[in-house]
């Protein structure tokens, strides 16, 4: 999910822009650069880093802590080089492919971003894709209060509440488990696809994530004791 563009890669991908722009198409590339140089950090203008993100959000109105509609357009975008940030060719590349390249522009694809309009594939890649921008450093885990947080963000309205509540609440509980991994992260909606009445699991033949699998048993006691 993180692997950088080659060289060569990124260099076609700035010569089709280039020629976008010179061919007398809708996109600016000038002015995208120019507004990603407004959101850049300043010991790096090739990296919009959070503050340059945090500072984007604004400009288009969007809540840039609460709506996850901030993690679908850096998505689309196509910031995946390292985590929590977005390069400057990830960003020219995403605004040509999106046709934007003003803030006026970003404000009216807002509605476009809403997650309702990804199909299952698409959603399972974005649903990756937030864990992978919320990493930290080199760390491969997450920190499973941002888990909860960012579960409760992106899920709501994708699976069925007492799904996503009851398994909050479980994590919550575990002291066992402190951090997440990506496999346990995006085994949770598979498993919310695929098991959709727990009264069908059958642990015996399961392949998923331990994490799953105790989850389940949560769940059985819960019962019983109703």
């Known amino acids: 999910m993180w692997t950088s563009s080659g060289g060569s890669s990124a260099s076609s991908k700035t010569a089709k822009r280039k020629s976008s722009s010179t061919a007398g198409s809708a996109f600016n590339e000038k002015a995208a650069e120019k507004m990603f140089e407004e959101f850049a950090e300043e010991d790096d203008p090739t990296v919009m880093g959070m503050d340059g993100i945090i500072k984007l959000c604004e400009h288009v109105d969007l809540d840039p802590f609460e709506d996850k509609r901030v993690l679908v357009l850096l998505w689309k975008l196509g910031s995946k080089e390292k985590p929590s940030q977005i390069t400057k060719e990830e960003f020219l590349t995403g605004c040509y492919n999106l046709h934007v390249d003003t803030i006026g522009k970003f404000q009216s694809l807002i509605p476009s971003l809403d997650t309702g309009f990804l199909d299952e594939m698409e959603f399972k ?101 109703k």
């Open 125 to 225: 890649d974005f649903y990756k894709f937030c864990f992978q921008f919320n990493r930290q450093g080199t760390h491969r885990t997450l920190d499973k209060e941002l888990v909860v947080a960012l579960m409760k963000m992106v899920l709501t309205g994708r699976i069925p509440d007492d799904r996503l509540e009851s398994f909050c609440t479980f994590v919550e509980t575990q002291e066992a488990y402190t951090r997440i991994t990506l496999d346990q992260w995006t085994s949770f909606l598979d498993f919310c696809f695929a098991v959709p009445d727990l009264s069908q699991y059958d642990e015996s033949s399961s392949a998923w994530p331990v994490l799953i699998d105790e989850y389940v048993e949560y769940m059985e006691e819960l019962q019983k004791k």
